[in-house]
C-alpha cells in the first residue's frame, strides 16, 4: 500500500536537508480518509521523531485531513474509479511537505468566501482552506487547483534539541 520513494537530499525545495518521501493513493472514498491519515501521521511521527510536539503534529494532522477531504469529496466527487495521490516529506531538519492531488478539474482558491465573514459563518461548509492555511505556514495551490502543496516547518522542543 505505501511506498518509501526518495531517499536523499532535496534539490528544488526550500529545504537542502536529507529526507524521507512517501508517495501514496488513496480511493475516493471519504471512508478511506481517516485510515490513510492514521498511516501517514505514523510515518511522519517515524521520521519527525524529535521535532514532533503535541501540537505542532495536530496542526498537520488536521490540514492533511482538511485536504483529502477537500480532494476526495470535491475534487474527485468520491468516483471510485478516481484516486487522490499523496507525497509527504519530512526532512531531518523539521520541515514537513505535504502534496496532495486529485483527479478533478481543480477550482478556483481565490473565489473561496472567507468562513470568518457574516454571510458564510453559518454555512455547514467552507472552512477546510481557511484551517490549512491558518494551521500551516505555506499553502499553495497548482495545476488549476487540483494540487495543493502545504509546508510545516517543526521546532525542537526544549529539552530535546540532542536526540
Do not use: W, Y
Not at 526518495?6 to 471512508?31: K, M
Not at 509527504?88 to 483527479?103: A, P
Amino acid at each position: 500500500m505505501a511506498t518509501i520513494g526518495n531517499i536523499g537530499c532535496a534539490t528544488n525545495i526550500s529545504s537542502s536537508a536529507p529526507f524521507v518521501e512517501l508517495r501514496q493513493s488513496l480511493a475516493s472514498r471519504a471512508a478511506a480518509i481517516s485510515p490513510f491519515v492514521d498511516q501517514l501521521m505514523q510515518f511522519i511521527k517515524l521520521f519527525m521523531g524529535k521535532f514532533v510536539t503535541a501540537s505542532g503534529i495536530d496542526e498537520v494532522e488536521i490540514a492533511i485531513l482538511e485536504a483529502l477531504a477537500n480532494a476526495v469529496i470535491h475534487g474527485n466527487h468520491e468516483r471510485t474509479d478516481k484516486h487522490v495521490h499523496v507525497i509527504c516529506r519530512c526532512s531531518m531538519d523539521g520541515e514537513i511537505l505535504i502534496t496532495v492531488q486529485d483527479e478533478g478539474d481543480g477550482f478556483d482558491s481565490r473565489a473561496v468566501p472567507d468562513p470568518t465573514e457574516p454571510q458564510p459563518l453559518l454555512l455547514p461548509h467552507g472552512r477546510g482552506l481557511h484551517l490549512m492555511r491558518t494551521l500551516m505556514d505555506e499553502v499553495s495551490f497548482e495545476d488549476s487547483g487540483a494540487v495543493v502543496r502545504m509546508r510545516k516547518r517543526m521546532k525542537t522542543p526544549k529539552g530535546r534539541e540532542d536526540l
